[in-house]
């Protein structure tokens, strides 16, 4: 199992989420990965999907491909935590991150 830690860039909010708890990534414009899993605060299916959204100008696809080939990839030996931070390698692209419970 691999973990995303996803973390704003004033480092104070942080939310990590099992790899396998993703349900869906959408790029929905140039700038914007919306990543999407099983609500937090209220697991029922009444409940919509929590929501981290990342905002990376003009990048959004480069970003969104990078979580997917972690989140599917093999490595033996290596990390299986990915800190996914504003503004921090390898993740440079990203201005924001922002998380949103389900309604």
């Known amino acids: 199992m691999r973990m995303l830690h996803f973390v704003d860039a004033a480092t104070t909010d942080e939310t990590f989420i099992s790899s396998d708890k993703i349900s ?7 700038n914007t990965v919306k990543v999407y899993f099983k609500s937090l605060q209220d697991p029922t299916e009444a409940t919509a999907d929590d929501l981290i959204t ?3 100008t003009a990048k959004s696809e480069v970003v969104a491909l990078r979580l997917a080939e972690f989140m599917v990839g ?3 030996g290596g990390p299986s935590v990915l800190t996914v931070k504003a503004s921090t390698a390898p993740f ?10 389900g309604a």
């Not at 440079?92 to 419970?101: F, K, L, M, N, P």
């Open 24 to 30: 869906a990534m959408q790029v929905t414009d140039a």
């Open 54 to 56: 990342l905002t990376a």
């Open 74 to 76: 093999t490595n033996i």
């Open 92 to 101: 440079t692209e990203i201005g924001t991150v922002a998380y949103t419970v």
